[in-house]
């Protein structure tokens, strides 16, 4: 789909968390960033992206979605994560279409190793329907063909 102009607001602390990451996991983290943005400009219905913190962890909002976060954690240095929210089909969805393409832990989250090449198409495709999920999540699979 081509790429349309949405409203994106960026919250101040946002940028202020990528200080606290190592280099490395910035540059996937940035990477990440830039891969969700993209696709929200792709996703129909998104017309609104809040880039924020959630729980001291770079967030993401749009006007028809559910949050979506990203992280490195220390007591895991060689992996970050999409987290989503643990209450949502999302994961099990995900599980369901994309394992063993994508890692997961538990229901809240898809695992990258930071050297790992990440699989774009499933991981727009996940990233899609959390920015869509309160229009979809009534869909067999989310709507995700």
């Known amino acids: 789909m081509k790429a349309k102009?949405?409203?994106i607001h960026i919250f101040p602390k946002f940028e202020a968390a990528f200080k606290a990451y190592p280099q490395l996991p910035i540059k996937r983290l940035r990477y990440l960033c830039e891969l969700i943005i993209q696709t929200a400009k792709e996703?129909?219905?998104v017309d609104k992206l809040d880039l924020g913190l959630k729980w001291g962890e770079p967030a993401f909002r749009s006007n028809i979605g559910s949050t979506l976060r990203i992280d490195w954690k220390s007591k895991n240095p060689e992996q970050y994560a999409l987290y989503?929210?643990?209450?949502?089909?999302?994961i099990e969805?995900?599980?369901?279409?994309?394992?063993?393409k994508l890692r997961f832990e538990g229901?809240?989250?898809?695992?990258f190793k930071l050297d790992q090449e990440i699989p774009i198409y499933e991981l727009k495709e996940?990233?899609?329907?959390?920015l869509r999920y309160h229009?979809?999540?009534h869909l067999e699979f989310l709507g995700i063909k």
């Open 43 to 45: 996703t129909q219905g």
């Open 126 to 130: 996940c990233i899609k329907a959390c």
């Open 135 to 137: 229009e979809i999540k």
């Open 107 to 111: 229901n809240r989250a898809i695992i």
């Open 84 to 90: 989503f929210q643990c209450s949502s089909r999302l």
């Open 5 to 7: 102009l949405i409203e």
């Open 93 to 100: 969805t995900f599980r369901l279409l994309y394992e063993p």
